[in-house]
């Protein structure tokens, strides 16, 4: 006998995998070039160089030591530089004993979630999703709460959500820049948010707490503020990760900051702390706990993002597809052109097009394209888009 959840977890693999795989596959039978793989979110440009020269002048310097086991929080220098950071880039005051790090965001989640969550606690999660929160907020006991997508901005449709606050409601979680919309939450979102949530804590004598779950927090274009969220909702905890932002996803680099602010603060932290030795972390890679902090305050040479979303967006407007602009992340999220997005995938499979339906994102109707991608792969993709488009004429 084994646990039935995580067989169906170890067995069934997510959509994005499913065509992931496909890919490959296809591209052994077609070859790559013909294959226009936009399935999975893996950054296309390479770490800035500085994080590998960092990794190697430790590795030389620090040969034993460097593989050791740090504390279970992360070494206290690297607390303290990703402290020094975010006080420099928000003029805040953390301090390093209130950063918990971890391996990269999916664990900061799941040690906020499983540090959180007492029996029938609820999470609210806004649509469209990162498929991977319903399963971690399951693995921690909790009930998912999803609120359907607002499609003409994807910023939050607040009708629904005022309904879905409830007294069990321990938390809500915000990804911006979103994957999969790409879209960014404006200021007047986050205020209009945490001013509910700030009255339904008052009324149901608990704080609910806003995890702000944010790999994509520097992947922003022009003319794009994102904002830091801290400081628009005192209850806020972060989830961050350096998988995107140093092109880093295979290292597991990441930490989550309960601020100061955050009422039962002291209690939050342990519990974060807890979840974490619970979950058998110990601790996030004592190599990488130091490259990144030691480069936390740098980004991978992100402008290609830009172009490429640049390209996607007017050329597929073109083609008459409806598409959200936009502001950062790596991903595009246009509206299919039938009402069944596995259908609409399906075909552009047949056309070598890999596209992620929208449905398991909880936005039925519209498909996901990561576009980090080399921009020529895009150019040479978009005849198959206008071919796909054609093919509902
Ligand atoms: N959250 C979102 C919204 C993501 O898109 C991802 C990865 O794609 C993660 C969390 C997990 O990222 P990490 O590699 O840091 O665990």
């Known amino acids: 006998m084994v646990s039935e959840r995580m067989k169906g977890l170890g067995t069934a693999r997510s959509v994005i995998r499913e065509l992931f795989e496909y890919g490959k596959v296809r591209a052994a039978q077609v070859g790559a070039e013909n294959v226009f793989d936009f399935s999975i979110g893996n950054p296309s440009v390479p770490s800035p160089a500085a994080v590998n020269e960092t990794a190697i002048r430790l590795l030389r310097e620090q040969p034993d030591l460097i593989h050791a086991y740090t504390s279970a929080q992360g070494a206290q220098d690297a607390r303290q530089r990703f402290a020094d950071s975010l006080n420099r880039r928000f003029g805040a005051h953390y301090t390093a004993d209130r950063f918990y790090l971890t391996v990269g965001a999916a664990a900061s989640l799941c040690c906020v979630l499983n540090g959180l969550?007492?029996?029938?606690?609820?999470?609210?999660?806004?649509?469209?999703?990162?498929?991977?929160?319903?399963?971690?907020?399951?693995?921690?006991?909790?009930?998912?709460?999803?609120?359907?997508?607002?499609?003409?901005?994807?910023?939050?449709?607040?009708?629904?959500?005022?309904?879905?606050?409830?007294?069990?409601?321990?938390?809500?979680?915000?990804?911006?820049?979103?994957?999969?919309?790409?879209?960014?939450?404006?200021?007047?979102?986050?205020?209009?948010?945490?001013?509910?949530?700030?009255?339904?804590?008052?009324?149901?004598?608990?704080?609910?707490?806003?995890?702000?779950?944010?790999?994509?927090?520097?992947?922003?274009?022009?003319?794009?503020?994102?904002?830091?969220?801290?400081?628009?909702?005192?209850?806020?905890?972060?989830?961050?990760?350096?998988?995107?932002?140093?092109?880093?996803?295979?290292?597991?680099?990441?930490?989550?900051?309960?601020?100061?602010?955050?009422?039962?603060?002291?209690?939050?932290?342990?519990?974060?702390?807890?979840?974490?030795?619970?979950?058998?972390?110990?601790?996030?890679?004592?190599?990488?706990?130091?490259?990144?902090?030691?480069?936390?305050?740098?980004?991978?040479?992100?402008?290609?993002?830009?172009?490429?979303?640049?390209?996607?967006?007017?050329?597929?407007?073109?083609m008459g597809y409806h598409v959200v602009e936009p502001g950062g992340a790596f991903y595009l999220f246009p509206r299919t052109l039938e009402p069944d997005d596995r259908a609409f995938s399906e075909r552009a499979k047949k056309l070598d097009l890999l596209i992620v339906p929208g449905s398991g994102s909880g936005a039925p109707g519209h498909v996901r394209i990561s576009y980090c991608v080399q921009t020529e792969t895009i150019r040479r993709a978009l005849p198959k888009f206008q071919a796909l488009a054609d093919s509902y004429k």
Request: net charge negative.
């Open 117 to 318: 969550s007492c029996p029938g606690d609820e999470f609210v999660v806004f649509a469209p999703y990162f498929p991977e929160y319903k399963v971690f907020i399951e693995g921690a006991g909790a009930t998912m709460v999803l609120i359907p997508p607002e499609i003409d901005a994807f910023q939050i449709n607040f009708d629904a959500f005022q309904q879905a606050v409830t007294p069990h409601t321990k938390g809500v979680l915000v990804n911006s820049p979103n994957n999969p919309s790409g879209v960014v939450y404006s200021k007047k979102t986050l205020e209009r948010l945490a001013a509910i949530l700030t009255e339904k804590s008052r009324e149901y004598g608990h704080p609910i707490y806003l995890i702000s779950d944010e790999p994509y927090r520097e992947i922003v274009y022009t003319g794009v503020e994102v904002p830091w969220v801290p400081h628009i909702y005192r209850d806020t905890i972060v989830c961050y990760s350096f998988s995107k932002s140093l092109s880093l996803p295979g290292e597991r680099a990441g930490y989550v900051l309960v601020p100061q602010e955050v009422t039962e603060g002291d209690d939050v932290y342990a519990a974060v702390a807890g979840a974490g030795r619970s979950l058998g972390y110990v601790c996030a890679p004592s190599l990488f706990q130091q490259v990144t902090s030691l480069c936390c305050d740098m980004t991978s040479d992100i402008r290609v993002y830009e172009e490429n979303r640049n390209l996607l967006v007017s050329s597929l407007r073109e």
